[in-house]
C-alpha cells in the first residue's frame, strides 16, 4: 500500500495499513510517496511486548518514531551492541550495513517511519544474500530475547513473542482482521 501526498498531516494517526509478514512481530506498513519528488518513506506499526527481526541493508536510512516506546539495538557484524531508547519524536540513523531491530516495551502499538535515500539512489545491495542480511527469531543471539524479557519485566510486563516462533523459521503471525476478506 502506497500513500501518495504532498503533506501527510498525522503519521501517528494513519490507520490505512498492510499486513506485512517479512519482519515479523504480526507488523503493518505503509509506503509514503511524495509527490514529484524522489523522496520515498515507509512507516511500520506493530504490537506492544514484541519486537521484530534484525535486519541490515546500505546507509542513507533515518528512522523517526512517530508514537510508541521501547528500543533498538543496532550493531556491525562481529561488533558491539548499541542500545538506542525511544520514544514519540526520537530520530536514529542505523549505520551502513549494521544490524538492527525494533522493539516494543510500552502499551500501545509502536510506529517508526523511515525515510529511504531519493529514488535512484539505493540502500540496497542486491547482490547481497537476503537471507544474510536478515537475522530470524530461532537463530538469533539469546541475548536480544532475554535483554528484551528483562526490560519487559522492570516495567512488569511480560513477553507476547509466541515461544512457536523461536523453533520454527517458518512461523507465521496470525493478524488480527485475517478473516475481514
Ligand atoms: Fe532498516
Known amino acids: 500500500m502506497l500513500w501518495y501526498g504532498n503533506f501527510f498531516p498525522d503519521m501517528a494517526a494513519w490507520d490505512r495499513l498492510e499486513e506485512s509478514s517479512a519482519r515479523g512481530a504480526?507488523?503493518?506498513?505503509?509506503?509514503?510517496?511524495?509527490?514529484?519528488?524522489?523522496?520515498?518513506?515507509?512507516?511500520s506499526v506493530f504490537a506492544p511486548r514484541l519486537y521484530k527481526k534484525a535486519h541490515r541493508h546500505g546507509p542513507?536510512?533515518?528512522i523517526v518514531i512517530p508514537s510508541g516506546e521501547g528500543y533498538?539495538?543496532?550493531w556491525p557484524e562481529g561488533g558491539?551492541?548499541?542500545?538506542?531508547p525511544w520514544h514519540e519524536a526520537s530520530v536514529f540513523v542505523p549505520p551502513n550495513r549494521w544490524f538492527h531491530q525494533h522493539f516494543n516495551v510500552g502499551?500501545?502499538?509502536a510506529r517508526y517511519l523511515a525515510?529511504?535515500?531519493?529514488?535512484?539512489?539505493?540502500?540496497?545491495n542486491?547482490?547481497?544474500?537476503?537471507?544474510?542480511?536478515?537475522?530470524?527469531?530461532p537463530v538469533e543471539d539469546p541475548w536480544i530475547r532475554?535483554?528484551?524479557?528483562?526490560?519487559?519485566?522492570?516495567?512488569?510486563?511480560?513477553?507476547?513473542?509466541?515461544?512457536?516462533?523461536?523453533?520454527?523459521?517458518?512461523?507465521?503471525?496470525?493478524?488480527?482482521?485475517?478473516?475481514?476478506?
Open 80 to 84: 558491539e551492541r548499541v542500545v538506542i
Open 126 to 137: 542486491e547482490q547481497v544474500d537476503r537471507s544474510a542480511d536478515q537475522i530470524e527469531y
Open 146 to 181: 532475554r535483554h528484551f524479557e528483562a526490560q519487559l519485566a522492570q516495567r512488569g510486563l511480560t513477553t507476547l513473542m509466541p515461544e512457536a516462533a523461536y523453533q520454527d523459521p517458518d512461523f507465521r503471525w496470525a493478524f488480527a482482521d485475517e478473516d475481514d476478506g
Open 107 to 109: 502499551g500501545e502499538p
Open 115 to 124: 525515510f529511504h535515500l531519493p529514488r535512484g539512489l539505493t540502500d540496497r
Open 26 to 43: 504480526g507488523g503493518e506498513r505503509v509506503g509514503v510517496q511524495f509527490v514529484n519528488s524522489s523522496m520515498r518513506a515507509h512507516m
Open 72 to 74: 533498538s539495538v543496532m
Open 60 to 62: 542513507g536510512v533515518m
